[in-house]
């Protein structure tokens, strides 16, 4: 009986040790979820996008080895850049116009500029000349045009291809 207790009691104080650490890891596992919750939820609001169309974006960034920083500051860029072109700026209307993009709609007004900005993505991946496409991609995204090249090989199918992935394996939460 006493080897018994002895087993007993060691099997029970193991069993324990197991709960301690799936509890541990449960609530690390809810403040990891919460902080990422919360860093989806602060960029939605600086970005106005949506926080769904976020983690998409994110889950398919990561894949491609851009950071999602790269892409939203990028595309806020983007639309500061076809304020530029529509306002008079030659160099950046120059740039849209070299990549068989208007900027603007039939009634003069600025165009959705996520679609503006996928248009342009799809464009420089078609252009064969590596250094006027960095270029063209750096009048209208900025100094950080160069982080976009994986984005720039994928183009707007291969992101839509990922991000509707992100969706089906649930990398989406609701929000």
Known sequence: ???IS???AAG????GAAAVSAGKALVNMTISASEYADEILTQATV???STQSLQAYKYAAELIDTPLETVT??????????????DGSKATAEAYKKLGISVTDAHGNLKDGE?????AIDALGKMQNETERDALAMQIFGKSARELNPLIAQGSAGMAKLTDEAKRMGAVMSD
């Open 1 to 3: 009986l006493g080897k």
């Open 6 to 8: 002895v087993g007993f």
């Open 12 to 15: 029970v104080a193991a069993i």
């Open 47 to 49: 970005t106005g996008m």
């Open 73 to 86: 500051s990028t595309m806020s860029k983007n639309i500061k850049s076809m304020a530029s072109a529509k």
């Open 115 to 119: 679609s503006v900005y996928w248009q």
